[in-house]
C-alpha cells in the first residue's frame, strides 16, 4: 500500500480517553492524516482531559460507548468508514482485577470479542481490502513471572498468567490470534511492559508515589519492594506501535520493553529524590521518611523482563528514554499539572491537600 494512503488510515481508538490511548492519539495526531475516532466507555480511568486541545481538530472526533456494545460498534465502522482499529479500551489495574475480577472479563474478553466480530463483519463487506489492520494492545503480564536468573519473555515464551487481569488479557489475545488464522483477518499483537508518563491514573505505582509525595502521604511498598518491572516510557510504546501498524505483516505479534529492568524499591527512592530537588514545598522531607512497607500483592509476579530483539531487528524500534530521564520528564510533568490530578482524589484527599497547599 502506498506511504500516502498509510498516512490516511481511518483509525478507531478504543480507550482514546485513558492513561496510552490518549497519549497514542496525540503522537498519532502529530504524524498522520485520515480520521481518528475515540471510542471511550469513560470508566474511572476515562478522563476528557487527556485528549484537551484535540476537539477543534478536523480529523478529530469522540464518542462515548461501551466496546461491548455490538450495534454501536459496527454502526460507528461504517458509518466513519474505518479501516484501522487499535484497541486499548481495558480495565487495566491488577489490584482492582482481585477484588472485582467480573468487569475485567466482561471488557477485555467480551468486549474484545465484540468488536473482531463487527471488525471481521466490517472487512467482509468491504471485500477483505489488504489495507485493513486490528492492533490489539496487550501486556507482558501475560507471561506471567520470571525468577531472577531466567531469560526475559520472548514472543515464543508459553503464556502463564497469574491474577485476573492478566489471564483475561491473555483471553484476549488469544482470540485475535485465533481471527487471523481462522478468518485471515489482519491482526496484529502487542506486549508491552510497564509504561509510564504523563496521564497516568494516580492508582499505579509511579503516579501514585508521585502524588502521595506531593500530599505528605504514606508510600506503600507491597511485600519486601524486591519485585521488579521493566519500565517504558509512554512516548516510546507509542511510536513502537506506529511503527507496528505502518511495518508489520498481519497475524505478527511484538514483544515492547525498556529494556529498564528495576525494582519496586529503588524505583520509588529514585522518584523521591526527584521530588526532594525539584519540589521546594514537600510537606514531608526528604521524601523517602514515607516509604511504608505493606502487606504483598495476592500472587504478585516477581519479575517481568522483555526481550526486544524481534521488534528491534524487524522494525528498527528501540526505546529512546532512559529511565533516568522519563522518571525526571513525568516528576516534572506531575508538580505542573495538580490540577489533572487533584479531581481524581477522594474529597478527603482533596481537603487535605488544600489544607497544605491553599
Ligand atoms: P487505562 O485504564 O488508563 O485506560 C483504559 C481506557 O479504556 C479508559 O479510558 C476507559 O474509560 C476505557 N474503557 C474501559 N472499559 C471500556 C469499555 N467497556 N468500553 C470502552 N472504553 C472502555 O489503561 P492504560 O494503562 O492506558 O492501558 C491501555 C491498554 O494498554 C490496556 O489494554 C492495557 O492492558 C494495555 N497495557 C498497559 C500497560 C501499562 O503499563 N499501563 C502496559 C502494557 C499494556
Ligand atoms: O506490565 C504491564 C502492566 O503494568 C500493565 O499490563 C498493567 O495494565 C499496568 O497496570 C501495570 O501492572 P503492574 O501491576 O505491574 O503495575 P502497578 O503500577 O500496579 O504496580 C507496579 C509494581 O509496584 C508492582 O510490583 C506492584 C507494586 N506496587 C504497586 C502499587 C500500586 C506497590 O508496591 N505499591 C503500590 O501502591
Known amino acids: 500500500m502506498a506511504e500516502a494512503r498509510l498516512n490516511q488510515r481511518r ?96 471488557t477485555n474478553v467480551v468486549g474484545t470479542f465484540t468488536l473482531l466480530e463487527a471488525f471481521r463483519t466490517h472487512w467482509q463487506d468491504q471485500g477483505k481490502p489488504d489495507h485493513f489492520r486490528f492492533l490489539h494492545v496487550s501486556t507482558d503480564e501475560v507471561y506471567g513471572s520470571l525468577g531472577p536468573d531466567d531469560s526475559a519473555f520472548s514472543e515464543t515464551t508459553p503464556y502463564a498468567p497469574n491474577s485476573p487481569y492478566s489471564a483475561s488479557k491473555a483471553g484476549s ?11 485471515g483477518l489482519p491482526t496484529l499483537i502487542t506486549n508491552c511492559s510497564n509504561n509510564y508518563g504523563p496521564y497516568h491514573f494516580p492508582e499505579k505505582l509511579i503516579p501514585l508515589m508521585c502524588v502521595n509525595i506531593l500530599l505528605g502521604k504514606p508510600l506503600p511498598i507491597y511485600g519486601d519492594g524486591q519485585n521488579i518491572r521493566d519500565w517504558l516510557y509512554v512516548e516510546d510504546h507509542c511510536t513502537a506501535l506506529s511503527a507496528v501498524l505502518r511495518q508489520a505483516s498481519p497475524g505478527e505479534t511484538y514483544n515492547i520493553g525498556g529494556e529498564a529492568e528495576v525494582k519496586n524499591i529503588d524505583l520509588v527512592n529514585l522518584i523521591c529524590e526527584l521530588m526532594n530537588e525539584l519540589a521546594p514545598d514537600l510537606p514531608v522531607r526528604p521524601a523517602q521518611q514515607l516509604i511504608t512497607y505493606v502487606s504483598d500483592r495476592p500472587g504478585h509476579d516477581h519479575r517481568y523482563a522483555m526481550d526486544i530483539s524481534k521488534i528491534r531487528a524487524d522494525l528498527g524500534w528501540r526505546p529512546s528514554v532512559t529511565l533516568a530521564a522519563g522518571l525526571r520528564k513525568t516528576v516534572i510533568w506531575y508538580l505542573q499539572n495538580r490540577t489533572w490530578w487533584m479531581p481524581l482524589l477522594s474529597e478527603e484527599y482533596q481537603r487535605y491537600y488544600q489544607k497544605i497547599y491553599g
Open 11 to 106: 483509525v478507531l481508538v478504543t480507550g482514546g480517553a485513558g492513561f496510552i490511548g490518549s497519549n497514542f492519539v496525540r503522537s498519532w495526531y502529530r504524524q498522520q492524516g485520515g480520521l481518528l475516532l475515540v471510542l471511550d466507555a469513560l470508566t474511572y480511568a476515562g478522563n476528557l482531559e487527556n485528549l484537551k486541545g484535540l476537539e477543534e481538530s478536523v480529523i478529530y472526533r469522540f464518542v462515548r460507548g461501551d466496546i461491548c456494545d455490538r450495534t454501536l460498534v459496527s454502526r460507528l465502522l461504517q458509518e466513519y468508514a474505518i479501516d484501522t482499529i487499535v484497541h486499548f479500551a481495558a480495565e487495566s489495574h491488577v489490584d482492582r482485577s482481585i477484588s472485582g475480577p467480573e468487569a475485567f472479563v466482561q
Open 173 to 183: 489475545d488469544h482470540l485475535v490470534r485465533a481471527y487471523y488464522h481462522t478468518y
